[in-house]
């Protein structure tokens, strides 16, 4: 079944340290895979995906598909950049499109 | 310029009751989703609909059902409404599982 580990709950960095949210998945095909952030009292958003090779707000994530991680990387991280960060992974090519969800990591960027 | 709308964000039920939680979107996306988020636990697929009148079991299905009798509206049923079912509930819909969710803002529900 495929799976999607975050193994920190809670991630705590100061400003302008660089900063890496872990991703773990287990899927032996080729998986679509996310980031959804969710700052206080804001909805569930789309923060970057793979397929789009974009950087979003400074913050990029590589997919290894050897190490099957997609970690989110940030080299100096802001304030504003507390909140809660969710890998997600879908199957490419699936019109459904089920998302899988990480349990969330919770980033805290202290001044 | 909101897309997904829940239609409450706050609802405090007594246990036993039958609860609805309506969901709207305005994109004409084929796939609906409900998902309730506990801390700890992160969001769990309840159901998902991909078409009118089509549902499938998400991987917490129990003592929930849904309906879609249009396409932009996904309504997610608690038959009776149990303290177990205080959770924050996110409804989001998708066109395509690579264009990623657009989600609602949530509805928080307290069972008393």
């Known amino acids: 079944a495929q799976r999607v580990t975050q193994p920190e709950k809670l991630l705590s960095v100061f400003k302008g340290a660089p900063v890496e949210l872990k991703c773990n998945y287990s899927y032996s095909g080729s998986p679509e895979l996310f980031w959804y952030v969710q700052y206080s009292r804001q909805r569930l958003q789309l923060l970057l995906r793979h397929i789009s090779r974009e950087s979003i707000k400074g913050f990029t994530a590589d997919l290894n598909k050897g190490e099957t991680s997609f970690h989110l990387k940030k080299p100096f991280a802001q304030e504003e950049d507390s909140a809660m960060y969710y890998c997600a992974l879908t199957l490419y090519g699936g019109s459904q499109g089920n998302l899988i969800f990480g349990k969330g990591t919770k980033l805290s960027v202290k001044p | 310029d909101v897309k997904v709308t829940q239609s409450s964000r706050y609802l405090v039920k007594r246990t036993g009751e039958k609860v609805f939680l309506e969901c709207v979107q305005d994109?004409?996306?084929?796939?609906m989703f409900w998902y309730r988020q506990d801390p700890g636990l992160g969001l769990r697929l309840i159901y998902f609909?991909?078409?009118?009148?089509?549902?499938e079991k998400g991987d917490i299905p129990e003592g929930y059902s849904v309906s879609r009798e249009k396409k932009e509206r996904f309504s997610l049923i608690l038959e009776s409404a149990s303290t177990n079912q205080t959770s924050m509930y996110l409804c989001?819909?998708?066109?395509?599982?690579?264009?990623?969710?657009?989600f609602g803002s949530g509805t928080r529900l307290t069972v008393v």
């Open positions: 994109m004409d996306h084929e796939n």
């Open positions: 989001a819909s998708s066109l395509t599982g690579e264009d990623g969710y657009t």
């Open positions: 609909s991909y078409d009118v009148k089509m549902k």
